[in-house]
Nanobody
Framework: EVQLAESRGGSVQAGGSLRLSCTAT????????MGWYRQVPGNECELVAS???????YYEDSVKGRFTISQDGAKNTVYLQMNNMNCEDTYVYIC?????????????????????????WGLGTRVSISS
């Protein structure tokens, strides 16, 4: 059984930083993507950042230059370093791992634990930014 364990989010002031981590267990493939989605209205999830096993990255336009995704392949762990945060970064963030070797979809229905669509999903963690 694949499980994704996310670190706790939190509240920070505008301009501050926060780091999220997500560890996947039970994956049987070495060719997959891991990333973070943010939950938008309508239970849709928008891809914030993603990384492949070979280190290729994707960033949503609004976070480029502020967020950095990285990984520890040996631990199947990804990290999302979020700097210079603003109120528009306030979301529930959900970790996801692809169930195949394809890039993660940029917009998809959110999962909450287990599988949904082409991904395994964490339970999500709330990040709040105050001005």
């Amino acid at each position: 059984e694949v499980q994704l364990a996310e670190s706790r989010g939190g509240s920070v002031q505008a301009g501050g930083s926060l780091r999220l981590s997500c560890t996947a267990t039970g994956l049987t493939s070495d060719d997959f993507y891991m990333g973070w989605y943010r939950q938008v209205p309508g239970n849709e999830c928008e891809l914030v950042a993603s990384i492949s096993r070979d280190g290729s990255t994707y960033y949503e336009d609004s976070v480029k230059g502020r967020f950095t995704i990285s990984q520890d392949g040996a631990k199947n762990t990804v990290y999302l370093q979020m700097n210079n945060m603003n109120c528009e970064d306030t979301y529930v963030y959900i970790c996801a791992a692809s169930r195949n070797s394809q890039p993660q979809p940029r917009l998809t229905r959110c999962g909450s634990g287990g599988t949904r669509g082409s991904s395994y999903w964490g339970l999500g963690t709330r990040v709040s930014i105050s001005s």
